[in-house]
C-alpha cells in the first residue's frame, strides 16, 4: 500500500459543484501539504500544516479550504469549483529535520477537471 | 520577486552520455536545495538534498552541486539510460523560513538509446 493515499484519483465535476479531495498517510509525519500543478507552471503550494492544530495557507489559496482531521488525514476543499482550478492536485508528507532538509513524500496525485 | 528558473525546454541526450540540468536561483538564501524526479501523470519522487555549506553530493549515478555565489545548482546523471527519462524538478528551502520547498517548473531529460 502506499505510504501517501489520494482520493479520488479522478474526478470531473461541473462549475459550482463543490468537491473534496482526501489525503491519508502512514508515514507517521506530522506536517502535510496540498500542492497544484498546472503545465509550465510547476507545483504551487495551497495550504501547509505542522500539526492537527496548525493550518497555513500557501502561494495560491483563494478559492481551496483544508481540514486535519487528523495526524494522518488532510483534506482539501474547493468549496465552488471553477475551470480555473482545472489541475493536477498533489497531497504530501514530510518529517521534521532539525538540521533542516525534509524531502517531501507525494501521493501519486489527485485529476480534477471543472467544466 | 523570487525567482527558481529551470530550463523549460526539454533535454535530449544519447543513452551512455552525461545529463547535465540546471536550476538557477534569485532573491532566495536557500538552506538547503531538493531534486526530485517526476514521471508522467505520477508524484514527484526525492533524488537528493544539498545543503547551502555542501559543495557537492553523489548518490550512485546522481551528482549534485550547489554554487550560492553563481546562485546554481547543478544535477548530473552519468551514464544515462532511458529509463532516466523524465522530468527533474529543483525545490529550494529558505533558511530562517519553515523549511517548506518551493519548487522550479522543472527540465523534462529524455534518453534516446
Known amino acids: 500500500d502506499a505510504d501517501v493515499t489520494q482520493t479520488p484519483r479522478n474526478r470531473i465535476t461541473k462549475t459550482g459543484k463543490r468537491i473534496m479531495l482526501e489525503c491519508s498517510q502512514t508515514k507517521g509525519h506530522d506536517r502535510m501539504y496540498w500542492y497544484r500543478q498546472d503545465p509550465g507552471l510547476g507545483l504551487r503550494l495551497i495550504y501547509y500544516?505542522?500539526?492537527?492544530?496548525?493550518?497555513n495557507k500557501g502561494e495560491i489559496s483563494d478559492g481551496y479550504s483544508v481540514s486535519r482531521q487528523a495526524q494522518a488525514k488532510f483534506s482539501l476543499s474547493l468549496e465552488s469549483a471553477i475551470p480555473n482550478q482545472t489541475a493536477l492536485y498533489f497531497c504530501?508528507?514530510?518529517?521534521?529535520?532539525?538540521?533542516?532538509?525534509?524531502?517531501?513524500?507525494f501521493g501519486e496525485g489527485s485529476r480534477l477537471t471543472v467544466l | 520577486s523570487q525567482k527558481i528558473e529551470q530550463n523549460s525546454e526539454a533535454l535530449n541526450i544519447q543513452e551512455g552520455k552525461t545529463a547535465t540540468l540546471t536550476c538557477n536561483y534569485t532573491n532566495y538564501s536557500p538552506a538547503y536545495l531538493q531534486w526530485y524526479r517526476q514521471d508522467p501523470g505520477r508524484g514527484p519522487v526525492f533524488l537528493l538534498l544539498?545543503?547551502?555549506?555542501?559543495k557537492e553530493k553523489r548518490k550512485e549515478r546522481l551528482k549534485v552541486t550547489f554554487d550560492t555565489t553563481l546562485k546554481q545548482s547543478l544535477f548530473h546523471i552519468t551514464a544515462s539510460q532511458p529509463a532516466d527519462s523524465a522530468t527533474y524538478l529543483c525545490a529550494l528551502c529558505i533558511s530562517g523560513g519553515s523549511y517548506i520547498p518551493t519548487f522550479g517548473r522543472g527540465t523534462s531529460l529524455i534518453v534516446h538509446p
Open positions: 504530501a508528507t514530510s518529517d521534521l529535520d532539525r538540521a533542516g532538509g525534509g524531502e517531501l513524500f
Open positions: 544539498i545543503r547551502e555549506n555542501e
Open positions: 500544516s505542522f500539526d492537527v492544530k496548525d493550518i
